[in-house]
C-alpha cells in the first residue's frame, strides 16, 4: 500500500501546485464550456435532419457525449500528462530521478503528475449524463448502473495502457506534439457510438486506440444496450492490456537504461 | 523584388528540409487531422443514407468529396498559430527577427508556403486510400481544378493574416488563450469545418457572410467540390482578395501599433 | 577619429506593475493597479570610436542588455539619444541593420535539425548577399573557427561550444560594422571560449569592426578590450582603462611569500588569503602594502615576496558590491 500513499501524496502536490494558477480554472470553464457549445451544435444539425443516427435517439447520443467529455477530462487530468512527462524525461535523459525511487516505478511514473482543473470536464460530463438521463426518463437499473462504471473503470485503464506502450516503445521516433495530436484526433471519434463507423475504422477504435471502451461501451451500459458477454469481453480485453503494456514498460525500461549507460 | 524572390525560395528550402526531418511525425500529425473529417464524413453519410439518400443535396458520394477535399484545404490553412506568436514573443525569437533587415511576417508566409510541398507530397497517399474506401463523387472542371489551385493559396494568405492579427494581441496581453479558443470555435462552425455551410440554418449562413473564416475554408472546397457557377467562382475569389486587402491593411497597422508597444517595454 | 557608437544621456525607465502578497491585494490589483518606475539605464553616456572593442561590465540587472536593446534598435529609449553609425537605431532601417548583428549567448538563430550551412544560405538571402562573396566569407570563417567538418551535420548534434561557433559565422556572414556582443561565451569551457575570443579579435582586426561586448569572463574581457565600461544600477561607474580600473577600485593587495620557518604568526601583517604548506598569501590594504611588506622582511624569514595587484574579478565584485546610494 506504500503505494497507494506515495500516488495520494503526488496527487497533493499536483493540487496545491493546480490552485497557484487560478486563472487557468476560467480557461478551463471556457474552454469546456466552448467544446460543450460545439458538441451540442453538431448533435442539433445531425438531428435538424434525421430522428436517429444509427439505431440511436438524440437523447442517447446526449448520453454518449456526456461520457465522451467526462472521459476526455480523465484522460486529459491524470493520464496525458504522466505520459508526456514521462516522454519529456526519456528525452532529456531526467528519468533516472524517478527509477532511483524506492518505489515500483511504473506506478511512480503514472502518478506524478494531476491536472485538477480538468475534472471540470470530469464534472461537465456528469451532468450532461445526467440530463441525457432524465430525459430518459431515469429508467436505469442498479445491474446497469454498475455495468457503467465498472465500464469506465476499464475504458480508463485500457487508455492508460494504450498511452503507456505508445510512450514507451514510440518516443524515440516522434514528438510529444505528435503522439498527443493523434490521440486527440482519433479520441474525438468517440463523439458518435462507434457501431455507425465502416467495419475498418470500428476494428481501429476498437483494439488500436481504445475509443469503444472508452466512451461507447460505458454509454451502452447507460442506454441499456450492453450486453454481459460484452462486459466480459471488455475485462479480459482490460487485463490482457495490463499485463502487455506492463510488459512492454518493462522492455522499455531495459532499452533505456543501455542507452544512457 | 528580386532580393524577396531569393528570399521566399531559401526560407521555403528550409521549411521542406526542415519538415522532413520527421515524416513518421508528419504522418501522425495528419492521421489525427484526419480523423476529423471523417467523423463528419461517416456520420452525415449516414444521415444521408437514412434521409434517403441525399441530406441537404448532399449524397454520401457528395459528402465523402466534400471532406476529401477538406483535408487539403486544412492542410493548405495551416498557418503559423497565435500560440506560436505568443511563444515567440515570450522566448524572445521575436526580438531577433527584428533585427533582420526583412519583415518577420515575410518569413511565417515564406516558411509555411514551403512546408505545404511536404505537406501535399504526404497527404496524396493519404487521399488515394480515403478515395478508395469512400468513394468521393468528385468530377470537377478544369475551369473548377484553376480556380481551386488559386482558391487555396488565397485560403492560406487569408488565414495567415486573420491568425496574425490574433497573434499580435499578445503584445497587449498574454493572457490570451481564451480569445484564441472562442475565435477557433467561431471559425469552426462558420468555415464550413464541421459541415458545409448549406447544411446550416439560413441565418448562420447570412451571419457567415461577414466573417473572413469561409473564404479560407469553405469556398475553396466548394469550388472543387460543390457545384458553383463561373460567376459564383469568380465573385468568390474576389471576395478572398478583398479580405487579402483587409487583411493587409489591418496587418499592418496593428503591427505598427503593436511593435510601438513592444519595443517600449522590450521582448 | 569617427564614432561608432554615441550615447548621450540614454535613459530607459519600465513601469512594473506593484504587488503585494495576498488574495485581498490581489483582488484589488484587478481593478486598480500601482505602477512603480524601475531606472533599468539611468542617464548614460559614453563614444565608442570605429574599430574599438569595448567591455561592457556589470552585475546582472544593471542595465547592460537593455542599453545593447537600444543600441541594437530593439528597445525605444526613454530619454536621450543613442546613435550607431549615425543610424537613430530604434528606427530600425534595412541599412542599419545591414551593417549591425546583436549576438546573445543563450539565444540561438540556426535551425535546430538542419546542418548549419543550410541555415547560412538563409542568412545570405535575408541579407541579399552576393553568392560569391558570401561563400568567400563563409568559408574564411569556417576556416577560422576549425569547423569545416561539422557544417554538414545537423546543429542538434553539435556541442555547445561548437554550436555557439555556428551561431556567432551566422551572425557575422554580412560583414557588420558593429557587433553587440551579449555574453557570447556563457557556458562555454575554456578553450572554446578562447577560441571565439581569437575570433573575435580577429574579426574586429581584420574588418576594422567596432565591437562592444558584456561577459561574466573577465578573461573575455582582458583578452579583447583595453577599454572597459562599468554599469551597476543603470549608472555608470566608471569609463577607461582595464588596468586604470584595478587602480582605482582596488583597494587591496596581495602580498604572497614562503615561509621557511614554519611557526609564525602572520595575524599582525593582514588577513591570510590562502596558506598552502609554507606558501601564504596575505591580503593588505593598498596604501599599507609596502609597510607590510618591509616589516615582514624584517621581522621574518621569507623567501619569493611578490606584491601583486587583486585578481581582476575580485575588483569587478568589490565594485559591484557598492551600495546603490553611493552609486
Not at chain 1, 472521459?71 to 487530468?77: K, S
Request: charged share 15%; net charge positive; aromatic share 12%.
Amino acid at each position: 500500500m506504500n503505494g497507494l500513499r506515495l500516488a495520494w501524496s503526488y496527487l497533493r502536490i499536483g493540487i496545491l501546485n493546480e490552485f497557484q494558477y487560478r486563472a487557468n480554472l476560467y480557461i478551463q470553464i471556457l474552454q469546456t464550456f466552448i467544446a460543450l457549445a460545439v458538441g451540442l451544435i453538431g448533435l442539433q444539425l445531425v438531428f435538424d435532419q434525421t430522428t436517429q443516427l444509427g439505431g440511436w435517439s438524440r437523447t442517447e447520443l446526449l448520453a454518449v457525449m456526456g461520457v465522451y467529455i467526462l472521459m476526455g477530462g480523465v484522460i486529459r487530468a491524470a493520464i496525458q500528462p504522466n505520459m508526456e512527462r514521462l516522454m519529456d524525461d526519456i528525452r532529456n535523459g531526467t528519468l533516472d530521478f524517478a527509477l532511483t525511487k524506492p518505489a515500483d516505478a511504473q506506478l511512480l511514473v503514472s502518478v506524478r503528475e494531476f491536472r485538477l482543473w480538468q475534472t471540470v470536464d470530469v464534472l461537465t460530463g456528469a451532468i450532461v449524463i445526467g440530463v441525457a438521463l432524465a430525459q430518459l426518463g431515469w429508467s436505469l437499473s442498479a445491474l446497469s448502473a454498475l455495468g457503467f462504471l465498472s465500464a469506465l473503470v476499464m475504458g480508463a485503464a485500457l487508455t492508460y495502457c494504450f498511452w503507456l506502450m505508445i510512450t514507451t516503445t514510440a518516443f524515440w521516433f516522434i514528438r510529444v506534439n505528435d503522439i498527443a495530436n493523434l490521440f486527440e484526433g482519433l479520441y474525438a471519434a468517440g463523439r458518435w457510438p462507434v457501431d455507425i463507423y465502416p467495419l475498418w475504422l470500428r476494428t481501429g477504435l476498437t483494439f488500436l486506440v481504445p475509443v469503444a471502451f472508452a466512451v461507447t461501451i460505458p454509454a451502452s451500459a447507460l442506454t441499456g444496450r450492453l450486453t454481459f458477454l460484452t462486459w466480459l469481453g471488455a475485462l479480459g480485453l482490460t487485463v490482457l492490456f495490463l499485463v502487455v503494456s506492463r510488459l512492454f514498460w518493462r522492455r522499455g525500461l531495459k532499452n533505456y537504461s543501455g542507452a544512457s549507460a | 523584388m528580386k532580393r524577396y524572390f531569393d528570399y521566399y525560395r531559401a526560407q521555403m528550402k528550409i521549411a521542406v528540409l526542415q519538415e522532413f526531418q520527421y515524416p513518421i511525425a508528419q504522418y501522425f500529425y495528419m492521421i489525427g487531422m484526419i480523423a476529423e473529417p471523417v467523423i463528419y464524413m461517416v456520420v452525415w453519410s449516414a444521415v444521408a443514407v437514412q434521409q434517403g439518400g441525399a441530406v441537404g443535396g448532399y449524397t454520401p458520394g457528395g459528402f465523402a468529396a466534400y471532406y476529401i477535399v477538406w483535408t487539403l484545404v486544412r492542410n493548405m490553412n495551416i498557418v503559423f498559430t497565435p500560440y506560436g506568436w505568443e511563444w515567440r514573443i515570450r522566448e524572445g525569437r521575436l526580438s531577433m527577427e527584428l533585427l533582420r533587415p526583412i519583415h518577420p511576417l515575410h518569413g511565417d508566409v515564406a516558411y509555411f508556403a514551403g512546408w505545404k510541398f511536404v505537406v501535399i507530397a504526404l497527404w496524396i497517399p493519404l487521399a488515394i486510400f480515403l478515395s478508395l474506401i469512400f468513394k468521393p463523387d468528385l468530377h470537377p472542371t478544369l475551369l473548377e481544378g484553376v480556380a481551386f489551385f488559386f482558391a487555396i493559396w488565397l485560403a492560406y494568405l487569408i488565414r495567415t493574416m486573420t491568425l496574425s492579427l490574433l497573434g499580435m494581441i499578445t503584445f497587449w496581453t498574454t493572457r490570451v488563450s481564451a480569445i484564441f479558443e472562442l475565435y477557433f470555435a467561431a471559425e469552426l462552425v462558420l468555415s464550413g469545418r464541421l459541415v458545409p455551410l448549406t447544411l446550416m440554418p439560413q441565418w448562420v449562413q447570412d451571419l457567415a457572410w461577414f466573417f473572413p473564416f469561409r473564404w479560407a475554408f469553405g469556398f475553396p472546397i466548394e469550388t472543387l467540390a460543390g457545384n458553383l457557377t463561373t460567376s459564383q467562382l469568380l465573385g468568390g475569389l474576389g471576395m478572398q482578395a478583398a479580405w487579402i486587402v483587409i487583411g493587409i491593411v489591418a496587418t499592418n497597422l496593428l503591427w505598427r501599433v503593436g511593435i510601438k508597444k513592444f519595443s517600449a517595454v522590450g521582448g | 577619429m569617427s564614432l561608432a557608437v554615441n550615447v548621450s544621456s540614454l535613459t530607459k525607465h519600465y513601469q512594473v506593475p506593484e504587488r503585494e502578497a495576498g488574495l485581498k491585494a490581489a483582488a484589488q490589483g484587478l481593478f486598480k493597479r500601482r505602477y512603480r518606475t524601475v531606472k533599468a539605464v539611468d542617464d548614460i553616456s559614453f563614444q565608442i570610436p570605429t574599430g574599438e572593442v569595448v567591455g561592457f561590465l556589470g552585475p546582472n540587472g544593471a542595465g547592460k542588455t537593455t542599453t545593447l536593446k537600444m543600441l541594437s534598435g530593439l528597445l525605444h529609449p526613454t530619454g536621450g539619444s543613442a546613435s550607431v553609425l549615425d543610424f537613430e537605431p530604434f528606427r530600425r532601417s534595412h541599412d542599419f541593420l545591414r551593417q549591425i548583428t546583436l549576438v546573445m549567448g543563450n539565444r540561438n538563430q540556426l535551425s535546430w535539425d538542419l546542418p548549419a550551412l543550410d541555415s547560412f544560405d538563409l542568412q545570405r538571402a535575408i541579407y541579399g548577399l552576393h553568392a560569391d562573396e558570401f561563400k568567400k566569407t563563409r568559408d574564411e570563417f569556417i576556416e577560422i573557427l576549425e569547423v569545416g567538418s561539422l557544417v554538414k551535420q545537423p546543429v542538434r548534434n553539435l556541442s555547445l561550444g561548437e554550436r555557439m561557433k555556428m551561431e556567432i559565422i551566422g551572425a557575422l556572414l554580412h560583414k557588420p560594422k558593429v557587433l553587440f556582443l551579449d555574453e557570447p561565451t556563457i557556458g562555454l569551457d575554456v578553450t572554446m571560449q578562447k577560441r571565439i575570443r581569437t575570433f573575435v579579435a580577429e574579426y574586429n582586426q581584420r574588418y576594422g569592426a567596432t565591437v562592444l561586448l558584456t561577459s561574466h569572463y573577465m578573461a573575455d574581457v582582458e583578452a579583447l578590450c583595453k577599454r572597459v565600461v562599468v554599469i551597476h544600477h543603470g549608472k555608470i561607474l566608471f569609463d577607461g582603462n582595464l588596468s586604470a580600473l584595478v587602480e582605482r577600485f582596488s583597494a587591496f593587495k596581495t602580498v604572497a611569500f614562503t615561509l621557511t620557518d614554519s611557526a609564525s604568526d602572520l595575524t599582525p601583517f593582514g588577513e591570510v588569503a590562502a596558506r598552502d604548506g609554507s606558501r601564504v598569501t596575505l591580503r593588505v590594504p593598498k596604501e599599507k602594502a609596502s609597510e607590510v611588506t618591509s616589516r615582514l622582511l624584517t621581522s621574518l624569514q621569507v623567501e619569493d615576496l611578490t606584491v601583486e595587484a587583486l585578481p581582476i574579478e575580485d575588483v569587478i565584485a568589490s565594485v559591484f558590491a557598492i551600495p546603490k546610494e553611493a552609486a
